[in-house]
């Protein structure tokens, strides 16, 4: 069997990718496929946390075409999150994969608050676990999220699953055909270039912390699993 070359990693889906073909909501099928290559990957012995956006339920730019106060559209956004994690966590106990949600905001009735040593001992025994409700605090994305969390419980590496992108360019390449893909990115390059990767707050966390990032398509079948076992695919963003 092939050996991971990551032991523990975070892994940051976007709400939209949970929406499937609908565009909006949550896709069955979608979540079903994307379970069975996070389950592929726990059975290789990684230690897996997950990191789920709300786009597909909630997005800040409806809140601000309302001229709904900024903290009260982030506190939405974080709600639809917990809706993501709690679908996503059902089909995985249905696959016979023992996860956990763990909430940065209070809801005892459908997730356990978020602990960062009882985080780490859920992994310790094998268990996946999905991060919900961001960090709790309006103002800082599910990317700031992922790299913190990832600083916090020691992660090799962030895997960031995109939708049907391959990586990072230089440019959009669905409005642009001569955009220029990279291999390999230091941290530095994506703030100092601007590229849209993660927000410059998770840049810099994950640059200070020293945390490499894996851009690549979630799209194509397998990817989640060549990226842990360090395959060169889509993008890395610092590492060695």
């Known amino acids: 069997m092939a050996q991971?070359?990551?032991?523990?990693?975070?892994?940051?889906?976007?709400?939209?990718?949970?929406?499937?073909?609908?565009?909006?909501?949550?896709?069955?099928q979608t979540i079903a496929e994307m379970v069975k290559e996070i389950k592929e990957v726990y059975e290789l012995g990684v230690e897996i946390a997950i990191v789920v956006g709300g786009g597909n339920i909630w997005r800040g730019n409806i809140g601000a075409e309302m001229g709904m106060e900024r903290a009260q559209a982030d506190y939405m956004g974080m709600l639809a999150t917990v809706m993501n994690a709690l679908a996503l966590q059902d089909v995985l106990e249905n696959s016979e994969v023992p996860t956990r949600v763990l909430s940065a905001i209070e809801m005892r009735q459908i997730a356990e608050p978020y602990i960062r040593r009882k985080a780490i001992r859920h992994l310790e025994k094998e268990r996946v676990i999905i991060f919900a409700a961001g960090t709790g605090n309006p103002y800082f994305s599910t990317d700031t999220l992922a790299?913190?969390?990832?600083?916090?419980?020691?992660?090799?590496?962030?895997?960031?699953?995109?939708?049907?992108?391959?990586?990072?360019?230089?440019?959009?390449?669905?409005?642009?055909?001569?955009?220029?893909?990279?291999?390999?990115?230091?941290?530095?390059?994506?703030?100092?270039?601007?590229?849209?990767?993660?927000?410059?707050?998770a840049s810099s966390l994950s640059m200070d912390n020293d945390i490499p990032l894996i851009v690549f398509n979630l799209n194509e079948k397998g990817n989640i699993r060549r990226a842990v076992l360090g395959e060169c695919i889509g993008t890395t963003v610092g590492g060695k």
Not at 4 to 28: C, H
Not at 181 to 197: C, E, M, N, P, Y
């Open 4 to 28: 991971p070359k990551y032991k523990r990693v975070v892994l940051k889906l976007s709400g939209e990718a949970m929406a499937g073909p609908d565009g909006f909501g949550i896709n069955p």
């Open 147 to 201: 790299a913190l969390r990832a600083a916090e419980i020691n992660a090799d590496v962030i895997l960031m699953a995109k939708n049907n992108v391959d990586g990072v360019y230089d440019a959009d390449p669905k409005h642009n055909s001569d955009a220029i893909k990279f291999d390999t990115l230091s941290h530095l390059d994506v703030i100092a270039k601007g590229l849209k990767v993660m927000d410059s707050t």
